[in-house]
């Protein structure tokens, strides 16, 4: 009876550990993605897909469910999800600074969850906006401005 009280008083002792350091680590992820220190070397970019019209689909609506004396023609545009080339060039934008200063690039597109996420935290409201450490760019997203946040 001793053994199994000291066997389960340990198996206990480990868990309560365990979850004291998985606090210890969330808090320390949550301070760093709110105060920016986990990106330090990282340019973020925010983007989002537009939803541009395809082709056109023909079918039919039934006032009365399935009741042919009823059926007329409607056309249904067919959407596809696409980044807008402002988006597209203010990634190359990004892509050539942080390679020629040797900084990680991140992408997130808002069209995802996580992207979401990461802009809500960020306080990111319009895309596309570029996030260097507690620095934010907007507008006018251009290479000089980039480089000029990086100094």
């Not at 900084?103 to 979401?116: C, T």
Request: net charge positive.
């Amino acid at each position: 009876m001793v053994i199994t009280e000291v066997f389960l008083e340990t198996k206990i002792d480990r868990s309560v550990k365990l979850r004291a350091i998985l606090d210890d680590k969330l808090m320390n992820f949550r301070h760093n993605i709110v105060s920016g220190t986990e990106m330090a070397g990282t340019i973020q970019v925010f983007v989002n897909n537009e939803k541009v019209p395809v082709r056109n689909f023909q079918t039919y609506e039934f006032t009365t469910p399935e009741h042919e004396c009823t059926r007329k023609p409607i056309t249904v545009p067919i959407f596809e999800s696409v980044l807008p080339e402002i988006h597209e060039q203010v990634i190359k934008i990004a892509e050539r600074v942080a390679e020629e200063k040797g900084m990680k690039l991140k992408v997130y597109n808002l069209s995802s969850r996580m992207g979401k996420v990461k802009a809500v935290l960020k306080g990111v409201k319009e895309t596309p906006t570029i996030i260097v450490g507690n620095h934010k760019i907007s507008e006018e997203i251009t290479e000089k401005k980039l480089l000029y946040l990086l100094e």
